[in-house]
Nanobody, 122 residues
Framework: QVTLVESGGGLVQAGGSLRLSCAAS????????MGWFRQAPGKERAFVST???????YYTDSVKGRFTISRDNAKNTVLLQMNSLKPEDTAVYYC????????????????WGQGTQVTVSS
């Protein structure tokens, strides 16, 4: 069983930055592909980014060039650095462990954190 705990969310003005962190339990973290998703009010959970055990990364088009995903296997942590934030980035952000299937589909992920709120004011 894997437990994920996100942190780092908050309120920021447009153009600002936040760094989200996701701490994972377990001894096999370095082998996991990890993902970040977000869910805005009234919308479905949407893919943001993923990083494989081999450090291959993918991003949804709307965050390319602004967000950077990384991982620290020594600390069992995956990070999401978010720069140039926009009001449309406002959402609850979740980290998750990839299982099987398309990496950009939430149904492909087997374990989820509780989420952290990111609010970007205009």
């Amino acid at each position: 069983q894997v437990t994920l705990v996100e942190s780092g969310g908050g309120l920021v003005q447009a153009g600002g930055s936040l760094r989200l962190s996701c701490a994972a339990s377990g001894r096999s973290f370095s082998t996991y592909t990890m993902g970040w998703f977000r869910q805005a009010p009234g919308k479905e959970r949407a893919f943001v980014s993923t990083i494989s055990s081999g450090l291959q990364t993918y991003y949804t088009d709307s965050v390319k060039g602004r967000f950077t995903i990384s991982r620290d296997n020594a600390k069992n942590t995956v990070l999401l650095q978010m720069n140039s934030l926009k009001p449309e980035d406002t959402a609850v952000y979740y980290c998750a462990v990839y299982g099987i299937g398309n990496y950009d589909q939430s149904t492909s992920y087997s374990h989820w954190g509780q989420g952290t709120q990111v609010t970007v004011s205009s």
